[in-house]
């Protein structure tokens, strides 16, 4: 249309008439997390749920672990708080034993977590996109787990 007002995204042009006025928008990071994410191993399950505002992240992570060593299921809930950086992330995992501070990623959707095992190997732990049932499910198979156990 001649003469009419024409707005890019992200900032750009605005013709009114003769007229020419700039308007330059900020580039704000969109949410692109998912709400929650479920992480599982062997003997251990983990459920990140986040609120996402801009690039501030914050929730929790509730973990649960099979003890070999008493047949039993111990949970915990973790404070969690970070920023995504447009798919690079830190995180602040608070924990009753005390916190600690891990980078991570957003590859194809799932977050990968960084961080040294015992033996000093980098690696890290994909938690993929889930709803709560998926991670009550693992529990539940924990909880099967304790209950199978041979007593010694």
């Known amino acids: 249309m001649r003469g009419r007002t ?13 007229f020419v006025y700039v ?10 997390l998912a709400p929650s994410y479920v992480a599982a191993y062997a003997n251990k399950v ?6 996402q505002t801009g690039s501030t992240l914050v929730g929790t992570m509730q973990v ?10 111990a949970t915990e809930t973790w404070e969690v708080s ?13 924990a009753p034993s005390g ?3 891990y980078s991570g990623a957003v590859v194809n959707g799932d977050i990968r977590i960084y961080g040294m095992n015992s033996k000093g190997i980098v690696g890290y732990t994909l938690y993929a996109p889930a709803p709560a049932s998926t991670f009550d499910g693992d529990v539940n198979y924990l ?8 007593w010694g």
Do not use: N
């Not at 983990?46 to 609120?51: E, I, K, R, S, V």
């Not at 909880?143 to 041979?150: D, I, N, S």
């Open 64 to 73: 649960a672990e099979y003890e070999a060593s008493t047949d039993q299921v």
């Open 99 to 101: 916190s600690a501070t």
């Open 46 to 51: 983990a459920f990140l749920q986040l609120t």
């Open 23 to 32: 308007a330059i928008l900020p580039l704000l990071p969109q949410p692109h």
């Open 143 to 150: 909880y099967q787990k304790a209950q199978q156990a041979p």
């Open 6 to 18: 024409k707005l890019l995204m992200g900032g750009g042009v605005v013709v009114i008439g003769a």
């Open 82 to 94: 970070g920023t995504d950086s447009g798919g690079s992330i830190t995180f602040t995992i608070t």
